[in-house]
């Protein structure tokens, strides 16, 4: 069983999808006020989307993919430098 700091892959997989949601909900919307197009989206979005990968790679290294889940986890870092670049420009 794969594990990153002695806990195993399915339970960082977990966490990743509960902070996945909950970023569904809890977001920066008073910054995006008068935001429209990529920068409202990825306010919006990327920070959830950021973890819901980071859900899909654990839960490859958690099915014994650990390349796959290693080209999943880079995917993510497209997306929050994307809400990483639209929270520093709206600031």
């Known amino acids: 069983m794969i594990k990153l700091l002695g806990v195993p892959a399915f339970v960082w997989a977990a ?23 990529f ?12 973890w819901l990968i980071l859900a899909v790679a654990a839960t ?8 796959a889940a290693q080209r999943i986890a880079m995917l993510a870092l497209p997306a929050y430098a994307a809400f990483l670049y639209a929270t520093v420009t709206t600031g």
Do not use: D, E
């Open 39 to 50: 920068t409202y989206v990825a306010l919006r979005w990327a920070h959830s989307l950021t």
């Open 15 to 37: 966490l990743c999808l509960a902070l996945s949601v909950l970023w569904i909900f809890v977001w920066p919307s008073g910054q995006a006020a008068g935001t429209s197009g």
């Open 60 to 67: 490859a290294a958690a099915l014994g993919l650990p390349v």
